[in-house]
């Protein structure tokens, strides 16, 4: 079956999320900065939210694929489960006869309690007795296997850019794993099996939450805290040689927390309409990079609205107007506010409260579906974040 996605704006089809899961009970207040969470969430509540999400999405006709099934179905591919298992056993904190332990543990587990290991990690208290020094030194609450809550935001892990998948790079040593896991779907799993690959864990940084399909033919990529210039021009030389488009622009956005990848600063909710943070719809740029034989050229910068519609050769691309004051603003946009899902043209899922930002979406005519986020967002991800396209009619 051939996928395809070449806009952010297209009715959406088929999408993949993860529903938060045990792993989101490994987060303590010791763990949760490195692990990426500004707060504890509740996770039953978390869960609520996100089935809310979902029945949101298939209410609209879109499919929902979830993560973890994907992973449990793919673990029953014998290769699959064999690269899964080796994967985590290469950790070098393991030793070797802690890694024969842990080894001998994942053995014994069925397709789903293996996936439920991969995706929540392994504390060293869940082994049953075991010797050597790894093993003995070890706190019982030491994870042999680090837990994954950030799978939850399945737009960093992959993205599908036409018919072909990027598996990222991910940037934050947190997340690195996730992408062993994504990687396995599209390997083994039979929905995805003649894919071809864009990109590969292990090159440059590159996060899905930088890549923003403005057009067909016409890819934004921000970089930041995420995504590296060099990460920027691999993908983009790997664009141009699967002539998946034939413009990217690089975008430079702030290296922070508040503002990690592109799509919390600006998404798209029309075919030539963005919403967009306020604070920063004056001064963003991109450099534009096009196909031009072996190396590509580059040009710029200059202010990133203009480039962006000269590339989607639109006279203007549109930002919504959110007129919010610089201090809502700012609140919004840490909320994700910004981080909207196009579920078709004019057709949006955002987080209800930013109340603000809805009604401003809302007097522009963009119809708005609000799902409730507060435990969801503690990991700082909205909709879009929460979300792979997956198959999306064309834009038009
Ligand atoms: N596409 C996005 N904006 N993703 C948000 C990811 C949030 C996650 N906690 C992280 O820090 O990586």
New binding site residues.
Partial sequence: MAHHVDSEVGRLRTVMLHRPGPELKRLTPRNNDSL??DGIPWVGRAQEEHDAFAEALRGRGVEVLYLGDLLTETLSVPDARESAIADVLADERLGQALRGIVRAHLDGLDGQDLATALMAGLAHEELRTGTGLAYMMMDRHDFVIDPL??LL?T??SSVWIGEQVAVTSLA?P??RRETSLTGLIYRHHPRFTATTRLYEPGLESV????VLLLAPGVVAVGVGE?TTPAGAERLARRIFAGKLAHTVLAVPIAQE?AT??L??VCTMVDVDAVVMYPNIADTLVAYTITDDGEDPRVTGPRPFLAAAAEAMKIDVLRVIDTGLDPVTAEREQWD?GN?TLAVGPRLCVAYERNVETNERLMEAGIEVIAISGSELGS????P??MSCPIDRDGAD
Avoid at 379 to 382: L, S, T
Wanted: aromatic share 8%; proline share 4%.
């Fill in positions: 990426l969470f809550p950030n935001f737009r960093d934050m947190a997340r996060e899905g939450g930088d995420r927390r990690m990848h799509d919390t994700d981080n990991g700082r991800g909205g879009r974040c």
